[in-house]
């Protein structure tokens, strides 16, 4: 379960609050992602990035932000724009641009709003 | 964009007995299928993948099967165990890396 790991497990967010989740790997992945997942639903891609200093929006982007300044590091800020972030957040890496590459799972950020 | 349906949404089966997963994707262009399995509060872990050049992928208890010409991709659990009650998503690639995972399968195994 090592090489991705995310921070904080827990995190508490008051209306209009922009608060940032962290996800490191050390896996020497070009490919990170962000998902998000809902009660009873699958997860849902918010960002992703294919290699440093760049990054796609996917599904669900409105009201995130992301960077990718270090190839270890694929930081996602909610916004207060984005109107209903308790979820559950996933980050997750592969190793390359290739369509079937297996992605590894961080262990999650838990988000609720106050 | 690529559309994967998942069925059925909650499974019950007694401890022994078989489980089958079904999904079916929409883009003839995936070629890369992987399944997780999920246990509360706990990250999405890969139990098995399949690619498009092959149908069918056994590891142990667990197999993939792979129907291209009519989109679909299938798990089966055999003489299922107390442990493998847990939540199962099914995914399929699209476009670059991506993959678009199904709504998940909620599997209780009863002993």
């Known amino acids: 379960d090592g090489g991705i790991t995310q921070s904080p497990k827990y995190l508490f967010r008051k209306e209009g609050q922009n608060v940032t989740l962290s996800c490191e790997q050390n896996?020497?992945?070009?490919?990170m992602y962000w998902y998000r997942q809902d009660p009873g639903q699958g997860l849902r891609l918010i960002y992703y990035s294919q290699i440093v200093n760049d990054f796609q929006k996917g599904d669900i982007a409105e009201g995130y932000s992301v960077s990718r300044e270090k190839k270890e590091s694929f930081p996602l800020t909610v916004t207060s724009a984005q109107k209903n972030p308790t979820a559950f957040y996933l980050c997750?890496?592969?190793?390359?641009?290739?369509?079937?590459?297996?992605?590894?799972f961080g262990p999650g950020t838990r988000l609720t709003v106050l | 964009g690529e559309n994967v349906e998942q069925h059925p949404s909650t499974l019950s089966v007694q401890e022994g007995d078989s489980a089958v997963i079904k999904c079916t994707y929409s883009?003839?262009?995936?070629?890369?299928f992987p399944w997780y399995k999920q246990e509360l509060g706990k990250r999405p872990q890969l139990i098995i993948d399949i690619r498009s050049n092959v149908g069918e992928k056994k590891d142990q208890r667990i197999a993939v099967t792979l129907n291209k010409t009519a989109k679909h991709f299938s798990l089966h659990i055999t003489e299922t165990q107390p442990e493998d009650s847990a939540v199962y998503f099914c995914a399929a690639s699209y476009s670059w890396g991506k993959l678009q995972f199904g709504a998940g399968t909620q599997v209780v195994v009863t002993p």
């Open positions: 997750a890496s592969s190793s390359g641009t290739s369509g079937s590459n297996e992605q590894f």
């Open positions: 883009d003839s262009a995936s070629n890369y």
């Open positions: 896996l020497n992945h070009d490919a």
